[in-house]
Antibody
Framework: EVQLVESGGGVVQPGRSLRLSCAASGFIFDDYAMHWVRQVPGKGLEWVAGVSWNSATIAYGDSVKGRFTISRDNAKNSLFLQMNSLRIDDTALYYC??????????????WGQGTLVAVSS | SSELTQDPAVSVALGQTVRITCQGDSLRKYDANWYQQKPGQAPVLVIFGKNNRPSGIPGRFSGSSSGNTASLSITGARAEDEADYYCNSRDSSGKSLVFGGGTTLTVL
C-alpha cells in the first residue's frame, strides 16, 4: 500500500523559512516523479513544485519560483520542500503527491494527508 | 486565475447523468486528469489520460475531450459522488502543471 506521510508544518512568521518532509513507502520511490500541491482551507488546489525520478527535471509554480526548493533523497525514500521568504498567502495545507510517471507530468496518483503551514505574525 | 476554467457548482438528480467540464487552450494539446475531493479528505484520482480509470474507481466515471474542453461524466450519480471535482493538465507553455478552480457537485 502506498503511504505518503508529510511532516514539518507549523506556524511561522512572514519572511522566515520552513522545511517540509515526506516519507514514502509501499512503492519503488525512484520509479516515480513526486510533487507538492497545496490547498488553502476551503479553496482550490494549487500545484507547487515537481521533481522527476532522478531529479534531472524540477519545475515550480509561478507563485513560489525563487523562494521554494523541491528535492528528493531516493536512498531514503524522502521528498522535501524548502520554503524561504514565506508570505502570508503561503498559508495552506501542503500535500505530498506521487506521480504516475517518471517525469514531471502527472497525473497525481497518490496523495498524502497533508501538513498545515500557517504564516502569521 | 487558473488557465483551466471550471463551473463553480453543478447539481444532478440522484441516478441521473452529469457532465463536469474543464476549459483551457492547453487542452487542445494535453490530456486532462480528474480528481474527486470529499470534505476533510485528500483528493483522489478518478480519471487520467484520454479516459482511464485507476483501480477501484467505479465504471460510472468516464472522461472525454473535444477541442479545448475536457469533460468528466458520472452516469447514474449516487449520493456518495457529492464532492469537489478538479481537473488538471499542463499550462499553455507545457512546462508547468495547473489545476482548474474546481466544481462542487451536489446530488439532489
Amino acid at each position: 500500500e502506498v503511504q505518503l506521510v508529510e511532516s514539518g508544518g507549523g506556524v511561522v512568521q512572514p519572511g522566515r523559512s520552513l522545511r517540509l518532509s515526506c516519507a514514502a513507502s509501499g512503492f519503488i520511490f525512484d520509479d516515480y516523479a513526486m510533487h507538492w500541491v497545496r490547498q488553502v482551507p476551503g479553496k482550490g488546489l494549487e500545484w507547487v513544485a515537481g521533481v522527476s525520478w532522478n531529479s534531472a527535471t524540477i519545475a515550480y509554480g509561478d507563485s513560489v519560483k525563487g523562494r521554494f526548493t523541491i528535492s528528493r533523497d531516493n536512498a531514503k525514500n524522502s521528498l522535501f520542500l524548502q520554503m524561504n521568504s514565506l508570505r502570508i498567502d503561503d498559508t495552506a495545507l501542503y500535500y505530498c503527491v506521487k506521480d504516475r510517471m517518471l517525469a514531471v507530468a502527472g497525473p497525481f496518483e497518490h496523495w498524502g494527508q497533508g501538513t498545515l503551514v500557517a504564516v502569521s505574525s | 486565475s487558473s488557465e483551466l476554467t471550471q463551473d463553480p457548482a453543478v447539481s444532478v438528480a440522484l441516478g441521473q447523468t452529469v457532465r463536469i467540464t474543464c476549459q483551457g487552450d492547453s487542452l487542445r494539446k494535453y490530456d486532462a486528469n480528474w480528481y474527486q475531493q470529499k470534505p476533510g479528505q485528500a483528493p483522489v484520482l478518478v480519471i487520467f489520460g484520454k479516459n482511464n480509470r485507476p483501480s477501484g474507481i467505479p465504471g460510472r466515471f468516464s472522461g472525454s475531450s473535444s477541442g479545448n474542453t475536457a469533460s468528466l461524466s458520472i452516469t447514474g450519480a449516487r449520493a456518495e459522488d457529492e464532492a469537489d471535482y478538479y481537473c488538471n493538465s499542463r499550462d499553455s507553455s507545457g512546462k508547468s502543471l495547473v489545476f482548474g478552480g474546481g466544481t462542487t457537485l451536489t446530488v439532489l
